[in-house]
């Protein structure tokens, strides 16, 4: 850490430049009373870093823990401090337009008032998502009542509400779970805990919400008003998120840069999990991102940490974040064709010094080692070529073995223990690992590879790999908490009727339905539309029904809503049943219930 420019103060200006006032106290609660947020806890943030706490990663976490109310330029404020992302708000002719509304709707309303505390009690006159993940539209029902009565405009670019759902929804109880180990929610705020994820402190825990977008950015150079705002769109999909977009308002010579350029190295693919996005494209649109808007804009913000200002600064940001993922992409693959795989070459990739010394290229949220391996994965999937890795064993298998091997649980805890002696902490993990896996009630095995977690996680400059180490270590010695937060429940009303379908089919017990044939016919009074469901050779299909060419063995006449409360157990209330009722029982008993608490570090 000695090369790192410490002495520059430059972001800690920038993080307070503009500010106007702090939420005080610094936490939310919700309407039981229950803490969701609390911005105070990361006071201990305060000082010179500890030795549990990468210096690096202890600058971030400052800066990142900032909170408060911040005039980004005339007629445009951010909230920071209040989630993990940044809530944004653009002053109109009527009211304000807010951008990115939080994850949840009780830090939304709490950020929205502060605004309005200091600002005037403005009317939401309009709602943009800069893209799809749920810390940029979560909060949404803070902003704007569920149903969106007075229509407000709601902007989202092309595919939001498909994306939105495919990764929060149909995978959302895994990624939940891993997400917890992300943001170190289960995590004690402090230096021996949780310090921040690098993108921001980490995420509020309240209720998430999805309002769907009513009018779709669907090219680049797209221009609309809201409230007599000027926007003009560059869209960005498959960059940090598959939707995505940037947009400038040029009347106010300020650019929006959403999570595609950000005051970190970013990921390729998180953590907690999701598509490999596309490093090449990413770099592609932000070099867009610069001829279409950098010489004509004095500041540029984004949906987390603090602006940029200057039209050179800005300049300067984009072509090193630019660089930044142009590198990591060129570079793995060079190195793949000359035989090597994604673990060697993320060993290998070094970024070139003036991207290494940059702040804002730092792997605190992402890292150079996870993001090769993605690239690599991107292009060749998870085999090497080896065809040992073909067809290896299951981890439990596998460990059992190895540990055969090497003379027992006890010999394995030896040599683990003679190589953390020496600092060799990530082979120390491999042969611990396979102690708890092949003998997951052995305290000594579990303990020992707690240690190693806490040491790997406290050297850590990446703030997410730091919360993995160390809610790995947490749940070796107390075992499995419940998740605080249900993000795919939470947008349940936001989706549409096929995909609420998709997300019953994902729950089938295949094996156990392979036997079982039933046809449903969904007939939706207030859309007009019918769906015909089919499970067969434990598959649960649906398509929009035309002609009927047999009838169906339950046919359904009820509303959306109707669905929903069907689906949350409320029972047929609503619903207009003819046929066979006995076939909607059926089904629901092939439904299994997904785990939120599954093991990660044990078997």
Known sequence: MTALPFADRTDFTNADRGFVARRTPGTVRDAAGRTV????????????????????LWRQSQLCAKQGLYEVTEGIYQVRGLDLSNMTLVEGERGVVVIDPLVSVETAAAALALYREHRGDRPVTGMIYTHSHVDHFGGAEGVIPADNPDRVPILAPEGFLAHAVSENVYAGVAMARRGAYHAGMQLPIGAEGMVGTGLGPTASSGRVSLIPPNRDVTRTGQTETIDGVRIVFQLTPGTEAPAEMNFHFPDRRALCLAENASHNLHNVQTLRGAPVRDARLWSRYLDEAMELFAADSDVAFGSHHWPTWGSDEIMTFLAQQRDLYAYLHDQTLRLTNQGYTGVEIAEMIELPPALENAWHARGYYGSVSHNVKAIYHRYLGWFDGNPAHLWELPPVEEARRYVEC??????????????????????????????????????????????????LGYGAECGTWRNFYLTGAKELREGVRPQPINIAGGMTEGLTVEQVFDALAIRVNGPKAWDESVTIDWDFTDTDETYRMTLSHGVLTHRRRGRAVTPADLTLALTRADLFKLLAGAGMEGVEPEGDVGALHRLATYLDEPDPNFAIVTP
């Open 406 to 455: 090497m003379g027992g649980t006890s010999r394995v805890l030896a040599l683990a223990r003679d190589y953390s002696a020496k600092g060799d902490l990530r082979f120390a993990a491999t042969l611990l690992n396979h102690a708890v896996f092949a003998d997951p009630a052995n305290g000594d095995a579990r303990n020992a590879l707690a240690d190693v977690y806490r040491r």
């Open 37 to 56: 947020w609390d911005g105070d806890a990361f006071g201990f943030l305060d000082g010179p870093p500890p030795d549990t706490v990468n210096p690096s």
